[in-house]
């Protein structure tokens, strides 16, 4: 396929864009990388998101939504100020527009689906920083245009949880790209625009993967996504102490990674990026000339550096035959079945004869019911408040240390991977 001259994406989240403060910071950034035509998408400002996500449970529960509602936009506003010392303009004009757009959309709804609520509130977020920002960029002499992501990436309704479709998507974009040449673009991450014009969402967190939408449709050279910590670490640093940065995985490696829990990028991006084979650094907005990760088809360095990842709050649950009958492929397969109607993600897993031991994360109310559900034909039992640990190109030392003091209540092992369930 031809590419698209040279482009480049960049992604920046909520906490690069929490404050006029970090907008500023964003604005130096796209400066000095000021050669290249960009994408720059971006999150809601800060913690805008579960603000808006308040709101939808408050309206949805009766409680007081306008609150919330109403801070959401007074905090844009001053931003807004901060930035441009007036709310007179296009920005301050478009804010005004979705605060009349949200209140009259709850006052008027009557009992939909709570899902396709969410997403016309949450979806909100996006579009106030975007308009904010790229105001604001252009008011510094910087070549951008706003552009509409429910316009260009286009999903089903499965509301919270949109599926990209993909070649309606890349038409649009291209289309879009090569129409509103030579400027660079602003767009939202995480939404997209749904069946009958409703507006969708791809999933918490899900800016990254728009990101990896547009350079998939855009043949980009390559994607950064910016963040608050250098790079991709090799542990949670909330979590452990001396941990160190990953200077360059692949693409494999990075889909193991976030497979097992690691959340530094949203797990759907890589694929786009793979497929093409467009690498993605994963850099600090407050060091931006660093280095970072670089996530690319070079597997060679993947088992230098030993990574962890850490869930608490798991829960074994050992399924077990009434009259010790085996427990064969037909009993697993109905079993699984059920894992799934009960919508709980098999973390790990292990077969006995007369046993099947599966651990998950600590869902209450779903277990509950697959519990009631598996124990017509089953016997359940269950241990719950135990840790899973998983070490990528783990050493046997490492495994020990980490161990002291443990109880294993089960332990898997492959070439690369070890994980460990264990009670503290
Ligand atoms: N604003 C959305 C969220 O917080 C999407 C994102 O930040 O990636 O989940
Ligand atoms: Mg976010």
């Given at each position: 396929m ?5 482009m480049?994406?960049?992604k ?8 006029a403060e ?26 805008t998101?579960n603000?808006?996500?308040?709101v939808?449970?408050?309206?949805v529960s009766n409680?007081?939504w306008k ?5 959401v ?7 807004l100020?901060?930035?441009?010392q007036?709310?007179?303009?296009d ?10 757009y ?10 939909s689906?709570v ?9 909100l977020?996006e ?19 706003w552009?509409?992501?429910r316009?260009?990436i ?7 949880d949109?599926?990209?479709d993909w070649?309606?998507?890349?038409e649009?974009?291209q ?5 509103n040449?030579?400027?660079s ?12 014009q409703?507006?969708t969402?791809l999933?918490?967190?899900?800016s990254?993967?728009s ?19 250098p790079?991709m ?5 909330k979590l ?5 940065l ?6 494999r ?19 786009p ?5 467009i690498?993605?650094?994963v ?5 931006p ?8 088809d ?7 550096i ?12 050992s ?11 037909e009993h ?7 894992f799934a ?10 077969n006995?004869?007369?046993?099947l ?7 209450r109310s779903?277990?509950?019911a697959l519990?009631?559900?598996l124990?017509k034909?089953?016997q ?10 998983t ?7 490492i495994v020990?240390?980490l161990?002291q003091g443990k109880e294993v209540?089960?332990?898997q ?12």
């Amino acid at each position: 396929m031809m590419g698209m001259d040279d482009m480049i994406v960049f992604k920046f989240g909520g906490a690069s864009v929490q404050d006029a403060e970090a907008v500023r910071n964003l604005a130096t950034i796209l400066h000095n990388n000021g050669d290249t035509r960009k994408v720059v998408v971006v999150s809601a400002m800060n913690k805008t998101t579960n603000k808006l996500e308040s709101v939808v449970n408050a309206f949805v529960s009766n409680g007081d939504w306008k609150t919330p509602l109403n801070e959401v936009f007074d905090f844009h506003k001053k931003v807004l100020i901060d930035l441009l010392q007036s709310d007179t303009n296009d920005a301050g004009q478009s804010l005004e527009k979705v605060k009349h757009y949200a209140f009259t959309f709850l006052e008027q709804d009557e009992g939909s689906d709570v899902n396709f609520i969410y997403d016309q509130i949450v979806a909100l977020g996006e579009i106030l920083s975007t308009k904010i920002i790229s105001s604001f960029l252009s008011n510094a002499g910087i070549d951008v245009i706003w552009a509409d992501a429910r316009k260009l990436i286009q999903t089903d309704n499965t509301y919270r949880d949109a599926r990209v479709d993909w070649k309606h998507t890349t038409e649009k974009i291209q289309e879009y790209w090569q129409g509103n040449a030579p400027h660079s673009i602003v767009t939202q991450g995480f939404i997209g625009g749904g069946e009958h014009q409703r507006m969708t969402t791809l999933g918490r967190e899900g800016s990254d993967f728009s990101a990896a939408i547009f350079a998939y449709a855009l043949d980009a050279k390559s994607v950064t996504i910016w963040k608050d910590v250098p790079g991709m670490l090799n542990a949670d640093p909330k979590l452990f102490t001396n941990t160190s940065l990953l200077p360059n995985i692949s693409y494999r490696e990075a889909i193991e990674l976030s497979y097992y829990g690691a959340s530094v990028i949203h797990p759907k991006t890589i694929k786009p990026l793979e497929n093409k084979n467009i690498p993605l650094h994963v850099k600090s907005f407050l060091e931006p000339t660093e280095p970072g990760t670089i996530i690319n088809d070079n597997t060679s360095e993947d088992s230098k550096i030993p990574s962890y990842i850490f869930k608490t709050n798991q829960v074994l649950l050992s399924i077990s035959s009434r009259d010790f009958s085996f427990i064969v492929e037909e009993h697993m397969s109905e079993i699984f079945a059920c894992f799934a109607r009960h919508k709980l993600k098999i973390q790990t897993m292990q077969n006995s004869a007369i046993s099947l031991s599966v651990s998950v994360s600590d869902q209450r109310s779903q277990i509950e019911a697959l519990i009631e559900e598996l124990q017509k034909d089953y016997q359940v039992l269950y241990n719950d408040g135990l840790e899973l640990l998983t070490i990528r190109h783990y050493n046997e030392k490492i495994v020990e240390e980490l161990v002291q003091g443990k109880e294993v209540m089960l332990q898997q092992k492959t070439r690369h991977t070890m994980r460990l369930l264990m009670r503290a």
